[in-house]
């Protein structure tokens, strides 16, 4: 008790010096002039300007394979054997060009017995109209002798039928004749499906067979390619739909052909735009000398103020 009553009196003593004096108390800053000036914080740095449209490459690059309009896989038309290979890689053949002929010796041999067939119809058809012209002659001879009244009228009907049946005789055997000259086309046709040949002027660029292996209807036999004009198909946004035209030019390079530019002009446009992806397709084909730039090579598409 004695020592909380010490405390108290020490306690007021300070509080009275305190108030009492006019100088501020230890460690007080009485004044803020006399502190040191601090700097100030800097500023934000402005955020950065876009560049100027000048600034910004109006080159737009894309890029594509090189294609060609003319390329396919020529396959069997039917069953059969590869009798004989005329060409192979890398010929360069005309459009019609054999390249390969199947066993056709059957086939050959069932068309040569279906002319004969048709040979022998047609030589009886035209026994069956000679015979009609006899028939003919008896029935207008039936008719002059039943007009002067020297035969009956059940001669002249009997002749007159005989001429109709044979009308009739000839009418199915023309059937015939028809019927095996359609048999004739038929054996002609997988006798032309034997034969395997170009479709167009081209590059032989593989061959999937050997002579004297069997094939099925469907096998690959060759792969044949055109070699121009070389074609660039690619696709834009939407938003250049309509920016580009059919007849610009554009320069095409390709990473294959370093040093190499070309000029490459707009064929296609493909008139609507894919909901799916948003772009639509371009086909260029290049102009000129294709220097080393092939079918098959990826080459980059430069379309100068496009954006």
């Not at 006019?22 to 601090?38: F, I, R, W």
């Not at 038309?77 to 060009?97: L, M």
């Not at 199915?172 to 034997?194: Q, Y």
């Amino acid at each position: 008790m004695r020592n909380l009553i010490c405390w108290a009196v020490v306690a007021a003593a300070m509080q009275v010096t305190g108030c009492g004096s006019d100088k501020p108390a230890l460690g007080v800053v009485s004044n803020a002039a006399s502190l040191p000036a601090t700097s100030a914080p800097p500023d934000p740095a402005p955020p950065a300007a876009p560049l100027a449209p000048a600034a910004i490459d109006p080159e737009l690059v894309v890029s594509g394979p090189i294609i060609v309009e003319h390329e396919v896989d020529l396959t069997a038309q039917r069953d059969g054997v590869v009798a004989k290979i005329f060409y192979d890689v890398p010929a360069r053949v005309k459009a019609g060009t054999l390249l390969a002929q199947l066993d056709d010796r059957e086939l050959q041999a069932n068309l040569d017995s279906a002319r004969a067939k048709s040979r022998s119809i047609e030589d009886d058809l035209n026994n069956w109209k000679a015979e009609r012209e006899v028939m003919q002659a008896d029935y207008t001879r039936a008719q002059q002798l039943w007009n002067e009244g020297l035969t009956s009228a059940e001669q002249v009907q009997h002749a007159k039928y005989q001429v109709e049946s044979h009308d009739w005789d000839i009418k199915r055997v023309s059937e015939l004749l028809n019927n095996s000259r359609d048999d004739e086309r038929s054996i002609e046709l997988e006798l032309e499906k034997t034969k395997i040949v170009a479709p167009f002027d081209a590059l032989v660029a593989r061959r999937y067979v050997r002579e004297w292996q069997t094939v099925a209807k469907g096998d690959r036999l060759f792969w044949v390619t055109s070699e121009a004009p070389l074609l660039v198909r690619f696709t834009l946004p939407e938003k250049l739909f309509g920016k580009v035209r059919v007849g610009q030019v554009f320069e095409v390079d390709s990473a294959d052909a370093p040093g190499e530019r070309h000029a490459a002009r707009v064929r296609e446009i493909s008139p609507v735009v894919d909901p799916a992806s948003g772009t639509f397709e371009i086909l260029v084909e290049l102009t000129g000398n294709r220097g080393s730039l092939r079918p098959g090579m990826t080459a980059s598409v430069h379309l100068d103020h496009v954006q």
